[in-house]
């Protein structure tokens, strides 16, 4: 009993010393809160000569609540790059501490809604938190009108930061982004885009028809080559420009599972969408044919991106990547929001 009581007293002494010292305490959590969100981007990627590819968004056009829109982020040379930047994909950026400032450009391989959805956040919010020059963005023809209409929905938010917090915090000018037209490759070759700082991109075509113009990326830094397919058909201007890369970003869908979709939407009477999910199986490319090509080029890594339909459990993951490790021999992944693959320099 006396036990008892010692021990409740001591109890009582301690939880009276922790409400005298609780303004204290509560100051240092939230001390300890703020210093943490302000420190928390990983600036030391833009300077460790490795070149950075980060997946902040692999999903198709349908919602997926496991998948942001498409959305690769570059990280090199002292800068971000973005390839596309889809629906709820610059959350994933944000929320992933990359150097948001930086962002010098988005690079956007086709002017699907998938594509181009958070194009005028990405723009938006690099401001924001800090970017000091106009945002380069470059895509095939159209993206000048997409740039200038996304300026247009955002004119009165940028008006109203600029006068609340001053010129010098939020110049008006850096606010900007600007169009950069790539004019068509011929046949398979891939165009120089730009140089800066040893990051090297070209843009060359691929087959995505009926979008008329759709491109790949081709990233080099410091010896490491990364290739990006863009939606596309199987392409042999994939397969020729990803010819020996570290890693092949490819687009992938299933026609197996998306063929099983439309017909239990026809049991259920949804006829419009039943045709719809058939549809899009006539411009893209298969997880086993994306495989194919990767071994084909020899390339090292693949990574499957663009993932349709969505895959919500581990059966359908299991289903959608059926024949992929027969077809190629390299190192192979599901590609998943967050993902991240260092590639330091050669």
Known sequence: MKKFIAMSLAVAVIAGALYLARGPILERLIADGADATLQRIDSQLLDDGALHVILCGTAAALPDPLRAGACTAIVAGGQLLLIDAGPASWRNVDSLNLPTSKLATVLVTHLHSDHIGDLGEATEQSWIAGRDQPLQVYGPPGIDEVVQGFAEVYRHDVGYRNVHHGEQAMPTAA??????????????????????????????????????????????????????????????????????????????????????????????????????????????????????????????????????????????????????????????????????IDLPAK
């Open 175 to 340: 606010a900007a982004a600007v169009a950069h037209v790539i004019t068509p490759p011929t046949g398979t070759a891939a165009m120089p885009v730009f140089d800066n700082n040893g990051l090297k991109v070209s843009a060359f075509l691929v087959n995505h028809a009926p979008v008329d113009i759709a491109y790949g990326y081709r990233i080099e830094y410091r010896g490491r080559v990364v290739v990006i397919s863009g939606d596309t058909l199987p392409s042999e201007s994939v397969r020729i420009n990803a010819a020996g890369a570290d890693l092949l970003l490819h687009e992938a869908l299933d026609v197996g599972l998306t063929q099983r979709a439309s017909a239990r939407a026809r049991l259920l009477g949804m006829d419009r969408i039943a045709q719809l999910a058939l549809d899009v199986n006539n411009y893209h490319t298969t997880p086993v044919q994306a495989a194919q090509i990767a071994q084909q080029a020899g390339v090292k890594q693949l990574v499957l991106t663009h993932i349709f339909p969505p895959l919500p459990n581990v059966v359908a993951r299991h289903l959608f990547m059926q024949g992929t490790a027969a077809a190629f021999g390299g190192q192979l992944a599901l590609g998943e929001d967050g993902m991240r």
